[in-house]
């Protein structure tokens, strides 16, 4: 199993360009989330979700849009990127229906560092 | 004020020496990650906790959950290099682990 695998691992934008970032885990979860990692503030959450074809807002959605249309992959993506959204984004995945608990172990991709000018 | 909060926010530690991290939530705990992340890289999971009362061990890190207080504790007993990182905790709210909340984080160092 590869896990969770996000690509770039780095990207410079500038200010007003769109991107996509990718994510893909191969672990048949259901939960699917993006985090931004800001100094000092932890990891905060971008936009979620619990299926294919379901996502929600999570604390900090203003500016990124999300799409499942498979199990496997979670796109985010910036729509016109602005220095605010330099950060490290990761995606994480959760919970397999043969686990049979929304507690499953929720595992990290290795993170892209996004820098906008 | 953060929603969970860790303390301390750094720490420095003589190698072989334990130390303690306690993660205080404001709201009731469904489920707490404990997450050790190197600079510049990925979170691994170290733990996860969800009952009042447990407490999980891994090598030389155990960590407990006082559902009571709303807090966790991450004790590492003999601390060495390997130890030095940067310690999250993170909260799931009654909805599941599909939405975590995390605390600043944990600055760990490890002198030798």
């Known amino acids: 199993n590869a896990g969770v695998t996000q690509t770039p691992k780095f990207q410079v934008l500038k200010t007003g360009q769109s991107m996509t970032l990718q994510c893909a885990q191969d672990?048949?979860?259901?939960?699917m989330s993006w985090y931004r990692q800001d100094p000092g503030m932890g990891l905060r959450l971008i936009h979620y979700?619990?299926?294919?074809?379901?996502?929600d807002q999570g604390e900090v959605p203003n500016g990124y849009n999300v799409s499942r249309s498979t199990t496997e992959d979670f796109p985010l993506r910036l729509l016109s990127a602005a220095p605010s959204q330099t950060s490290v984004y990761f995606c994480?995945?959760?919970?397999?229906?043969?686990?049979?608990?929304?507690?499953?172990?929720?595992?990290f991709g290795p993170g892209t560092r996004l820098t906008v000018l | 004020s953060q929603e969970l909060e860790q303390s301390p926010q750094s720490l420095i530690v003589q190698e072989g020496k334990n130390l303690t991290i306690n993660c205080t939530s404001s709201k009731t705990l469904y489920g707490l990650y404990w997450y050790k992340q190197k600079y510049g890289e990925g979170l691994i999971f170290l733990m996860m906790?969800?009952?009042?009362?447990e407490e999980k061990s891994h090598e030389k890190i155990t960590a407990k959950l006082d559902e009571k207080k709303q807090q966790s504790s991450l004790h590492i007993t003999a601390s060495q290099p390997s130890h030095a990182g940067i310690y999250l905790c993170g909260a799931g709210r009654i909805q599941g682990a599909q939405k975590l909340v995390f605390g600043q984080g944990t600055r760990l160092t490890i002198n030798p």
């Open positions: 906790l969800q009952k009042g009362g």
């Open positions: 672990m048949n979860h259901e939960y």
């Open positions: 979700s619990v299926g294919a074809g379901i996502t």
């Open positions: 994480a995945s959760s919970y397999s229906i043969a686990s049979g608990s929304k507690w499953d172990t929720q595992y």
